[in-house]
């Protein structure tokens, strides 16, 4: 299992001519793009954590029927000073480097409540984000790297703390219809006043500005205050409706004081994180229009969810599904030292991931009586109890166990839906399967096949769209068998049947998150 975890990916970053077995459709033309950890050793040193790796970005090019496969590791600052000091000597989340030459940490630590930030890392492994026509690699620090989508080259570090007081952002934004970035970071410098910002980066400058940068025009929405000071929420993603935002906050905390102290008392920052049992986790639901919290406070009981799947709002209610897990062993199992060749009884699921359904009621009768169920909606188990302080208590509907990296028909993004993509997962943080979930019947299609491990199901709409699932599923397949060759999926969102694959003889790397470029959206200018 370390092949696959723990062992550094080579790159490739010159195309290579996949084999194609079966039919790709004509109109599949396009890049998909994604990202995710290809290194965990640096000369003698190793990461601890599989989300620490240096970010290796991937692609398969669809062209004229054939596909072709690039990979290159990011050229971050981080890869950089690793490479050349031959030793990991920029922290990530999961591993404190001693001493870090490149930042001088350790003064800066210092002076961390008396609000100097030290340097974090630009190592952006987990997705791939679109302003205007750039793209570039996120992770949740206040960096991100612009990369040339087609080269995979890596171009401009951008600081998001430039355009907007975030110290963490999210690597999961949300696009409306004209493209525009909606995403939400966490401002934790400014002592007594943590709060959680969303904002807003236009798909467009001014003319006059072409060769600008649409982040200059950055606009701050709103912002939360936390509900703890000295305890922010980490969240990994949140919802959107037509008329609302939707920000979860978990009882999965932040400590800023260990923050402060972690370099000092030689822990990593993980270890800053802690996951609180006895709290609630909150539902906010944001008014776009107001810019404003709704007044009701809306809870359920402690949970840690990374991946929100949709969110939607229905005769009065806003209906928020998600991926939730009963504690945070989750992240625990992801450390390499629980990823090695003992891996089945290391890694036992002690929690498996869940997709839950949420309802929350919006208009309902203020006078209803302590303790009614303020859910209506005929199509769901899920219930709302009013509560004597005037709280309003949530309890799940489970559309699913043991999926996991979900996605959508993203043109249904915020509006009701029927069908979720998704790995799906056993005894282990090993993908088996991939899933297709119908949410109204709970009914599952799904694809396997021996010693393999898919990826993050993509969803393609066909440019004839009439049905939510018309369309095509990308999958990149890592093998466990040396004897098997990697491939590229294509399934046919509908069945679920193997469209066609193109196989690749290269050492494939497990990823995380990505998007599928359409030509029309790519610059060929750029090529
Ligand atoms: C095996 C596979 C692929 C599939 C199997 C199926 C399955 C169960 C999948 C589950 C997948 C999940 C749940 C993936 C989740 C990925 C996450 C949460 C990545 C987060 C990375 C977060 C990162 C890198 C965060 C880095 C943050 C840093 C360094 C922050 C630094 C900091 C800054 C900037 C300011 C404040 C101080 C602080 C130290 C916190
Ligand atoms: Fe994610």
């Not at 791939?128 to 890596?154: C, Q, V, W």
């Not at 923050?259 to 996951?275: E, H, I």
């Not at 998600?322 to 090695?340: A, C, G, W």
């Amino acid at each position: 299992m370390d092949v696959i975890f723990g062992r550094n990916k080579e790159e490739h970053p010159e195309p290579i001519k996949a084999e194609v077995k079966g039919e790709l459709p004509s109109w599949l033309q396009g890049i998909l793009l994604r990202n995710g950890p290809g290194m965990h050793t640096v000369g003698e040193t190793k990461y601890n954590h599989w989300f620490d790796g240096l970010a290796l970005v991937h692609s398969f090019t669809f062209k004229n029927g054939e596909v072709y496969y690039r990979s290159k590791y990011l050229r971050s600052d981080t890869y950089n000073c690793n490479i050349e000091a031959n030793r990991i000597v920029v922290s990530e989340f999961g591993t404190m480097a001693y001493p870090d030459p490149c930042k001088n940490l350790f003064a800066k630590a210092f002076c961390y409540l008396s609000h100097t930030i030290p340097e974090f890392t630009d190592n952006c492994l987990i997705n791939i984000m679109k302003t205007g026509e750039d793209y570039y690699a996120t992770s949740e620090t206040n960096f991100i790297r612009k990369i040339n989508p087609h080269t995979l080259e890596t171009l401009e570090k951008v600081d998001y703390n430039k355009y907007v007081a975030v110290n963490l952002a999210t690597s999961h934004p949300h696009y409306d219809s004209a493209g525009n970035v909606l995403n939400m970071g966490t401002s934790i410098v400014d002592k007594g006043k943590t709060k959680y910002v969303i904002f807003k980066i236009p798909s467009s400058v001014p003319e006059k500005e072409k060769k600008k940068s649409c982040l200059k025009h950055l606009e701050v929405l709103c912002s939360i205050p936390s509900q703890s000071l000295l305890h922010p929420s980490y969240y990994h993603s949140f919802g959107v409706t037509e008329n609302y935002i939707i920000f979860i906050e978990q009882p999965f905390k932040l400590d800023i004081l260990k923050l402060a102290t972690a370099y000092f008392r030689g822990v990593n920052w993980a270890s800053c994180l802690s996951f609180h049992k006895e709290d609630k986790t909150w539902i906010h639901l944001i008014d776009k229009k107001t810019k404003k919290d709704i007044s009701t406070k809306i809870y359920t009981d402690a949970m840690v969810l990374f991946h929100h799947v949709n969110a939607y709002e229905e005769d009065g209610h806003v209906v928020i599904d998600v991926i939730s897990y009963p504690d945070n062993s989750l992240y625990q199992m992801f450390y390499l030292k629980n990823l090695n060749e003992d891996l089945e009884k290391n890694t036992k699921l002690t929690s498996i991931p869940a997709c839950k359904r949420f309802v929350v009621p919006l208009g309902f009768d203020k006078d209803a009586e302590v303790g009614t169920n303020l859910v209506k909606l005929p199509s769901t188990t899920a219930t709302a109890l009013k509560e004597k302080d005037g709280n309003i208590y949530c309890q799940p509907e489970m559309l699913c166990e043991g999926i996991e990296l979900p996605r959508i028909n993203y043109d249904y993004n915020g509006k009701k839906y029927r069908y979720i993509y998704a790995t799906e997962v056993q005894w282990s943080p090993v993908p088996t399967k991939i899933a297709k979930v119908d949410v109204l019947t709970k009914k599952k299609l799904s694809w396997e096949e021996e010693h393999c491990w898919p990826a993050e199901p993509v969803f393609v709409p066909s440019p004839d769209l009439k049905e939510e699932d018309d369309g095509l599923i990308l999958s990149s397949i890592v093998t466990s068998d040396p004897r098997k060759a990697p491939f590229l999926l294509v399934l046919d969102a509908k069945t679920f049947t193997e469209m066609a694959r193109a196989t690749v003889n290269v050492d494939l790397h497990l990823d995380l998150h990505g998007v599928f470029i359409p030509e029309k959206d790519l610059n060929t200018e750029r090529e």
